[in-house]
């Protein structure tokens, strides 16, 4: 049994049955949690009679269509994605109907399986790069963005926007009862929420083209070849169709200063980096911003702390992390915000 928000649930027995909806013929062996304890997600290994073995991945958080839908875009891009990206996502199994997704639920909890054939994986990204090793993976993440704007129009359509998500936040604001973390907070969430609204108001939106993101680039989230050449990518609890500038924050934190750590805050500091400046020029060597991206940037930031880390981080991170973000959230990150100034960027990238 493993405890959830609600009260304690057999996640393995869920698992099971879910498999037994798929292919009733083919026997479990064992299901092990492989999943990462920083986070509310359940990662299983599923071994197979015969040796062979699956990833089922389980969700109880958000609304089922939507994980549906993300996993089905996921799914397209990772049959899309030219050469060298063809094998670089899990694929999900498919049945007769398509996506198999099952849904398991009663009075304790909504939860949905979705099964991966296994990844291939090879090096971990070193906790802190050199210069060279920054410039690589400028080279790199440039030319996986490009392939992923290449095959855009190829995906099915995504109903979720971060407009839509900063509207949900207000609603939860406005609930007759509205849970913690909010309810000492509700003026400096709503600000930042009406200030995201007018600044993205003031963008020009035609400029930040949708394409497939995964938002969460922690260097445990996928491999790279010995010279760093992108390799293979799992973990797509973040994924949405956005402008690439939402991965950006991420990769600030990969090329920082700091590294890798286990203790881990989300500071806007990454972003003013000048080891940042220089991924920034390198990837613009190769697949350029406009300006608009780079104005985009403060709001990126804005948008992560208000939807991942106070929204939804209760769902994001287990409550021993999720805590201690949100409170850094109120008392550091949202007013720490106007700290990134654009301007610096622009001129480095002559914009």
């Not at 500091?269 to 940037?297: A, G």
Request: charged share 25%; net charge neutral; aromatic share 16%.
């Amino acid at each position: 049994m493993t405890e959830h928000i609600g009260s304690p649930v057999d996640f393995i027995s869920i698992v099971e049955n879910a498999w037994k909806a798929y292919d009733a013929s083919r026997s479990i062996q064992s299901v092990h949690d492989i999943s990462v304890k920083v986070s509310t997600n359940h990662v299983y290994k599923v071994s197979l009679e015969g040796g062979h073995f699956v990833i089922a991945k389980l969700s109880y958080f958000g609304q089922f269509e939507h994980f549906v839908e993300d996993h089905t875009i996921i799914n397209a891009l990772s049959n899309n994605l030219p050469y060298p990206y063809e094998n670089f996502l899990s694929r999900a199994l498919v049945n007769k109907d398509g996506l198999f997704v099952h849904r398991y639920n009663d009075e304790s909890i909504d939860a949905w399986v979705i099964f991966y054939r296994p990844i291939r994986t090879l090096n971990r990204m070193p906790n802190r790069l050199d210069e060279g090793q920054i410039e690589k993976l400028a080279k790199q993440f440039a030319k996986f963005h490009r392939a992923c704007f290449e095959v855009r129009h190829t995906l099915p359509p995504s109903s979720k926007d971060m407009l839509s998500d900063i509207n949900h936040l207000l609603r939860t604001l406005n609930a007759p009862i509205s849970p913690e973390p909010y309810a000492r907070h509700f003026d400096q969430i709503r600000e930042h929420c009406q200030t995201f609204k007018t600044n993205l108001g003031l963008l020009n939106l035609k400029e930040l083209t949708p394409i497939p993101v995964f938002v969460d680039w922690n260097i445990g989230n996928f491999s790279v070849t010995k010279d760093l050449k992108l390799y293979s990518r799992w973990d797509y609890d973040w994924f949405r169709m956005t402008s690439r500038m939402m991965d950006f924050y991420f990769l600030s934190r990969i090329v920082s200063s700091v590294g890798d750590k286990t203790s881990f805050s989300y500071l806007v500091d990454p972003l003013m980096e000048e080891r940042f400046i220089r991924f920034l020029r390198v990837y613009h060597e190769h697949n350029p911003f406009n300006r608009t991206e780079i104005l985009f940037l403060k709001e990126v930031y804005r948008f992560f702390i208000l939807h991942y880390v106070i929204h939804f981080g209760n769902y994001f991170f287990l409550n021993r992390y999720a805590s201690r973000l949100q409170s850094e959230a109120f008392i550091t990150y949202l007013r720490s915000v106007d700290q990134f100034r654009p301007g610096k960027l622009l001129d480095e990238l002559k914009l």
